[in-house]
């Protein structure tokens, strides 16, 4: 199908995208709040899921396919559960991460959160992201704005590196894979920027940047459920999110920079580009 | 002078207690402003605001109305005042950090602790840490345990750094002098640990050290405010705080390892030692 999503329809799975997810909340609260959680380790070491996890993309998966029985779910346990490769249709495609933030969430560090994204004709379109610890909900649809527990938010103004608090993810350096890539590039943004955070949740970095918390966040090898709500998020807030390269945003293979303006997103991808310059890991 | 008994600690703790409330109150006002009067001292991402000074004060003037014999050292104070002590001498010695995450408190940040440390014979005596975004009060008295909102606080029993949540402050790096140190420590620590993170607020790290939220902090180059109450937090909750070569933690110079248990922080020791002996890094060891 290719007709365009009515404003009705939009609004429509907004509201029931939100209301399953604030329905979630007292069981997560739930969750942080126990001393131990029983949890497994799968794929990486760190990469920790626990029953609270499949609990919550349960109630989701259940609640949306219910309401809209057209629509797929991309889900991070439905993900590792089939361990089929997901693929983006035209459908209404929900992208859901249960909870992003595990390792926070067992050691009761408040950034974690519920993140539930729509994407229809492979353009997303709305975007809930919910942290009960902290009571922040942040939500947004295609062309209405982002939004703080019912407050409008928007980006911070800053156009260079020279001023900007970047978020990175410094754990990544623990990956072999990506660690040279990742060294080089934490170098040359945090000697440039002015402060620099790593929060473990990317869906929640996505969200300080759309409320000008921080100014710019660049990360790779990422899944599309880490990625999807807070890039509509901070779009609807006025921020920029691109491809690492500069092009076209992909939510299925999403590496990106994101940004509070055109202009620094451009900083940060000068940075990178002299970043992949460096040889011999030698510093200077 | 005479050891400090029980009940005088039990007194100091007493006094402090309230005004730490208040100077959280203080501090939460000026970070709901939409905006703030931000002026810039040192280097340029070292920002001081109206609230650091307005916290400092109150604090001080409380202390000075009860004690005006005691001495502080503290960030804004190493700037005006008699009482100021630019060393630490046997008196009681108010080290306070009013704002201690100063650039998360203005972009509101949720990672901001208004500070104050006791020390009387050069020894930390009494902690106490307010962060009131998160609304958690840490407290801590010399031999009497840790504690966040009246709970007893206790740290993690993580040995490995391969198991461990490890705080590293990035934004050293900006620091051109010492960047390339931190590049190499960032790289081996990383590469061994669990997880990192970074959150630019010393003392709320220490403090979720002491909680058991991280299992490990590394920090060099602060200031004896940034790392007074926390400190003592930290060894109260069961952990160790160590120089970062092993050697005791000197509050003056507060470079410290501090971690839940003396396996680990041996663990991260070692690492910063590998990245040390490293002339960049992936690459050959310096000859010397």
């Known amino acids: 199908m290719s007709s365009a999503v009515s404003e009705s329809k939009l609004k429509e799975y907004y509201d029931v995208a939100l209301k399953l997810v604030l329905k979630c909340g007292p069981l997560m609260q739930e969750g942080y709040q126990k001393a131990k959680t029983e949890y497994k380790v799968k794929a990486d070491f760190y990469d920790l899921v626990t029953v609270y996890d499949k609990q919550i993309e349960d109630i989701l998966t259940e609640g949306l396919v219910a309401a809209f029985p057209e629509s797929l779910i991309i889900g991070e346990e439905e993900s590792a559960v089939s361990q089929r490769q997901a693929e983006l249709t035209d459908a209404p495609t929900w992208i859901i991460d249960p909870i992003d933030g595990t390792t926070n969430f067992i050691h009761r560090i408040p950034h974690c959160c519920i993140s539930v994204g729509l994407a229809i004709n492979k353009e997303l379109v709305v975007g809930i992201i919910y942290n009960p610890p902290a009571n922040e909900l942040f939500s947004a649809y295609k062309g209405h704005g982002a939004y703080l527990n019912g407050e409008p938010i928007h980006t911070s103004k800053v156009t260079t590196i020279k001023q900007a608090v970047i978020a990175y993810e410094i754990s990544l350096i623990h990956a072999a894979g990506v660690r040279d890539k990742n060294v080089k590039r934490l170098y040359k943004m945090a000697s440039n920027a002015t402060g620099t955070r790593c929060f473990g949740s990317a869906a929640l970095t996505l969200c300080y940047v759309a409320t000008g918390q921080c100014d710019a966040y660049h990360v790779e090898d990422l899944k599309p459920w880490d990625i999807a709500a807070g890039a509509i998020i901070l779009t609807e807030a006025g921020g920029t999110v691109c491809h690492t390269s500069g092009s076209k945003f992909d939510v299925m293979k999403p590496d990106c920079v994101c940004a509070a303006t055109p202009e620094l997103a451009k900083n940060v991808i000068s940075l990178i580009e002299e970043a992949g310059q460096i040889t011999e890991y030698t510093f200077k | ?288």
């Open chain 2, 1 to 288: 002078m005479a050891g400090v008994s029980q009940a005088d600690i039990e007194e100091l703790y007493n006094f402090i207690h309230p005004l730490a409330i208040k100077a959280g109150e203080i501090l939460m006002e000026g970070y709901e402003m939409a905006s703030k009067n931000v002026s810039i001292k040192g280097d340029f991402y070292d920002v001081v605001t109206d609230y650091d000074n307005k916290i400092e004060d109150f604090l001080m003037e409380k202390i000075l109305a009860r004690y005006p014999d005691h001495k502080f050292i503290g960030e804004e104070e190493t700037a005006k005042n008699n009482n100021v002590s630019g060393e630490l001498t046997n008196a009681p010695t108010w080290i306070i950090d009013p704002i201690d995450g100063t650039s998360n408190f203005i972009k509101q940040i949720p990672h901001v602790c208004v500070s104050i440390g006791l020390a009387i014979n050069k020894q930390i005596v009494v902690g106490v840490i307010n962060n009131p975004v998160q609304k958690k009060l840490f407290t801590t008295k010399l031999g009497q345990g840790a504690f966040c909102n009246g709970k007893p606080i206790h740290v993690s029993s993580c040995e490995s750094v391969k198991d461990a949540n490890v705080a590293y402050e990035v934004s050293l790096l900006h620091v051109h002098s010492v960047a390339n140190k931190h590049i190499k420590r960032i790289y081996h620590v990383g590469l061994n640990a669990r997880r990192l993170v970074a959150y630019s607020c010393v003392v709320d790290e220490l403090c979720m050290v002491a909680a058991g939220n991280l299992d490990a902090f590394y920090i060099e180059d602060m200031y004896p405010w940034d790392c007074a109450a926390g400190s003592l937090l930290v060894k109260e909750a069961g952990g160790v705080v160590t120089h970062p070569f092993g050697g005791p933690f000197d509050i003056m110079k507060p470079d410290l390892i501090c971690a839940g248990t003396e396996k680990l922080r041996k663990e991260i020791e070692d690492l910063l030692r590998k990245g040390d002996q490293e002339e960049s890094v992936g690459g050959k060891p310096v000859q010397k």
